[in-house]
């Protein structure tokens, strides 16, 4: 299927976009070829890409898994670690704000009755993979396992995430050594609810899903609006919902094409963004 709207700025709403007849210039039918092609070459359940290019949107969708109930471009999808864009940005917004600096250490955040020692790990390490924490805590595997190929994030939940980060004691001084960590994102989540008071959700639908008007992006599959379902590279499998339990800051967030386009065009003309 495809789809193509005009767009005036990337902060409307995907139902503001105007239906568009199929542009004739040859550069647009190379997209149109190119999307189709890829569609068919991802060969997955299902397949969804989307071009935002001087003010119009073309999506492409496709797959081998039974046609959904609802356009695919219309199903939100998980976005796995793109989501620690939106944790990133959120901690942008509150330093530009003023309302952090970035180099609190994330310790006195959330347990303030501990020294932050002479090298904490800051918000800034946490979110530039810098802190020190290696990619999942030490106990995750064990307390994982038993849904290791369904939903493994759902067995450790906030507590235990924030638990395990002040327990940890990192092999590299913060801020001298890049390691990719899930463990480091999630833990800057619970950080910067602990900073603001307002829980991770709230946090993140204040500052960014209704300033840029996301209104199909959401952290949980069963908070309205119609979910994409996994399926296995069969196309038959249905697969559950991900479950990110205590790591939400770094894998939680499903988004529909359009709200996931708003997303990127806001980024490309910040100036005009919210």
Same mark, same amino acid.
């Given at each position: 299927?495809?789809?193509?709207?005009?767009?005036?700025?990337?902060?409307?709403? !995907?139902?503001?976009?105007? !239906?568009?007849?199929?542009?004739?210039?040859?550069? @647009?039918?190379?997209?149109?070829?190119?999307?189709?092609?890829?569609?068919?070459?991802? @060969?997955?359940?299902?397949?969804?890409?989307?071009?935002?290019?001087?003010?119009?949107?073309?999506?492409?969708?496709?797959?081998?898994?039974?046609?959904?109930?609802?356009?695919? @471009?219309? $199903?939100?999808?998980?976005?796995?670690?793109?989501?620690?864009?939106?944790?990133?940005?959120?901690?942008?917004?509150?330093?530009?704000?003023? *309302?952090?600096?970035?180099?609190?250490?994330?310790?006195?955040?959330?347990?303030?009755?501990?020294?932050?020692? !002479?090298?904490?790990?800051?918000?800034?390490?946490?979110?530039?993979? /810098?802190?020190?924490?290696?990619?999942?805590?030490?106990?995750?595997?064990?307390?994982?396992?038993?849904? $290791? *190929?369904?939903?493994?994030?759902?067995?450790?939940?906030?507590?235990?995430?924030?638990?395990?980060?002040?327990?940890?004691?990192?092999?590299?001084?913060?801020?001298?050594?890049?390691?990719?960590?899930?463990?480091?994102?999630?833990?800057?989540?619970?950080?910067?609810?602990?900073?603001?008071? /307002?829980?991770?959700?709230?946090?993140?639908?204040?500052?960014?899903?209704?300033?840029?008007?996301?209104?199909?992006?959401?952290?949980?599959?069963?908070?309205? +609006?119609?979910?994409?379902? +996994?399926?296995?590279?069969?196309?038959?499998?249905?697969?559950?919902?991900?479950?990110?339990?205590?790591?939400?800051?770094?894998?939680?967030?499903?988004?529909?094409?359009?709200?996931?386009?708003?997303?990127?065009?806001?980024?490309?003309?910040?100036?005009?963004?919210?």
């Amino acid at each position: 299927m495809t789809t193509t709207y005009r767009t005036p700025w990337p902060g409307l709403p !995907p139902d503001d976009g105007i !239906p568009a007849h199929r542009a004739e210039s040859r550069a @647009d039918e190379r997209l149109y070829e190119r999307l189709g092609d890829a569609v068919t070459a991802a @060969d997955a359940p299902d397949a969804v890409f989307a071009v935002s290019r001087h003010g119009r949107r073309t999506v492409r969708t496709g797959g081998t898994a039974p046609p959904p109930e609802h356009p695919r @471009d219309t $199903l939100r999808y998980e976005i796995g670690s793109a989501s620690k864009t939106f944790t990133g940005l959120l901690l942008a917004r509150l330093m530009d704000s003023g *309302r952090l600096s970035g180099g609190e250490p994330a310790h006195t955040l959330l347990d303030g009755g501990r020294p932050a020692g !002479p090298a904490p790990a800051t918000l800034v390490h946490l979110i530039t993979h /810098t802190s020190g924490l290696p990619r999942l805590p030490a106990d995750f595997y064990a307390r994982a396992l038993p849904a $290791l *190929r369904t939903n493994p994030y759902a067995r450790y939940p906030d507590a235990r995430v924030v638990d395990a980060f002040l327990r940890h004691r990192p092999r590299h001084r913060p801020g001298t050594r890049w390691r990719y960590s899930n463990f480091g994102v999630a833990v800057l989540g619970h950080a910067l609810a602990a900073a603001t008071g /307002t829980p991770w959700p709230d946090l993140i639908a204040g500052e960014l899903l209704q300033p840029l008007g996301l209104g199909d992006t959401a952290l949980r599959a069963d908070t309205g +609006g119609p979910d994409a379902t +996994g399926h296995g590279k069969d196309g038959g499998t249905a697969v559950p919902a991900f479950d990110a339990g205590g790591f939400q800051a770094a894998g939680a967030v499903r988004a529909t094409p359009h709200d996931l386009l708003t997303y990127l065009e806001a980024h490309l003309d910040p100036a005009r963004a919210p």
